[in-house]
């Protein structure tokens, strides 16, 4: 049981490093509140669609971030089972 909690915490690990520079690395999008409020939102709900390497880097933070999630998630399970 020791071992597994061992390998999911550097599975973990490894995860939050990946989510960390996957969304460093993303351009920003917004021009902060004042592109919110003076139209901002159009970009938003509009037809634009990511293409290439922004998408990868989209794709990768959510899938990092799920894992991120469930992996936490089990760890802290696992560990109140075993106290």
């Known amino acids: 049981m020791a ?5 999911f915490k550097v599975i973990l690990a490894v995860a939050s490093v990946i989510l960390m520079i996957s969304i460093l690395m993303q351009s920003s999008n917004s021009a902060g ?3 919110a409020i003076g139209g901002g939102a159009e970009q938003l709900f ?4 990511s293409r ?3 998408a990868i880097l989209g794709r990768i933070a959510t899938a ?6 469930v992996l936490s998630l089990v ?3 696992m560990e109140s089972h075993t106290v």
Not at 46 to 49: D, E, R, V
């Open 3 to 7: 071992t597994i909690m061992i390998v």
């Open 46 to 49: 509009g037809k634009k669609k």
């Open 75 to 77: 760890i802290v399970t």
């Open 33 to 35: 509140l004042a592109g």
């Open 64 to 69: 990092a971030a799920v894992v991120f999630i």
């Open 52 to 54: 290439g390497y922004e």
